[in-house]
């Protein structure tokens, strides 16, 4: 037993050390630059028309801007992530920072969540609500419609063009 403990520590030493490539090589330096020197071309005959001025190559036109989403009424996140076209620009907003507003309970007050358990998933763009899950336990449809309302009224102070998403629960 000792000797199979001695062979495998043996092994695995060897294959540590002796297992790695070797530093790949070095690119070879490059050429010196030589200096050109252009000739001048004769001067045209006076007999031939003047040849046209060379057209400007048309530059490429730089990469055009994401369209604006379009958000409606009562969009789910869900619905709010799908809405952002693809290669719009992501500018992520920490969660800290993201869940400040929702935090604080006299945003709820006016609902009376008493002993509700509540859960949000809100979307965010430009500082607005732009698509709330709201799920009360127990089942509460008007209680979910009232923080859903009060949501849609706050404002984030973070005004970003950019979908980011925050989840909370009290």
């Given at each position: 037993?000792?000797?199979?403990?001695?062979?495998?520590?043996?092994?695995?030493?060897?294959?540590?050390?002796?297992?790695?490539?070797?530093?790949?090589?070095?690119?070879?330096?490059?050429?010196?630059?030589?200096?050109?020197?252009?000739?001048?071309?004769?001067?045209?005959?006076?007999?031939?028309?003047?040849?046209?001025?060379?057209?400007?190559?048309?530059?490429?036109?730089?990469?055009?801007?994401?369209?604006?989403?379009q958000f409606t009424e009562?969009?789910?996140?869900?619905?709010?992530?799908?809405?952002?076209?693809?290669?719009?620009?992501?500018?992520?907003?920490?969660?800290?920072?993201?869940?400040?507003?929702?935090?604080?309970?006299?945003?709820?007050?006016?609902?009376?969540?008493?002993?509700?358990?509540?859960?949000?998933?809100?979307?965010?763009?430009?500082?607005?609500?732009?698509?709330?899950?709201?799920?009360?336990?127990?089942?509460?449809?008007?209680?979910?419609?009232?923080?859903?309302?009060?949501?849609?009224?706050?404002?984030?102070?973070?005004?970003?063009?950019?979908?980011?998403?925050?989840?909370?629960?009290?």
């Amino acid at each position: 037993m000792r000797e199979l403990a001695a062979f495998s520590v043996l092994g695995l030493f060897l294959l540590a050390c002796g297992g790695s490539e070797p530093p790949p090589e070095s690119p070879p330096p490059p050429e010196p630059v030589r200096p050109t020197v252009e000739t001048t071309p004769p001067p045209a005959k006076p007999a031939e028309p003047a040849a046209e001025a060379p057209k400007e190559e048309p530059k490429p036109a730089e990469k055009p801007a994401a369209p604006e989403p379009q958000f409606t009424e009562g969009m789910s996140v869900a619905d709010a992530v799908k809405a952002v076209p693809v290669g719009a620009e992501r500018a992520n907003i920490d969660q800290e920072t993201l869940s400040e507003p929702i935090k604080e309970f006299s945003v709820y007050e006016p609902c009376k969540p008493g002993a509700a358990h509540i859960k949000l998933k809100i979307a965010v763009w430009d500082s607005k609500a732009v698509g709330i899950d709201v799920t009360a336990t127990p089942k509460n449809e008007k209680l979910v419609a009232c923080v859903k309302e009060q949501i849609k009224k706050l404002t984030w102070k973070a005004h970003v063009k950019s979908l980011n998403t925050v989840e909370y629960s009290f």
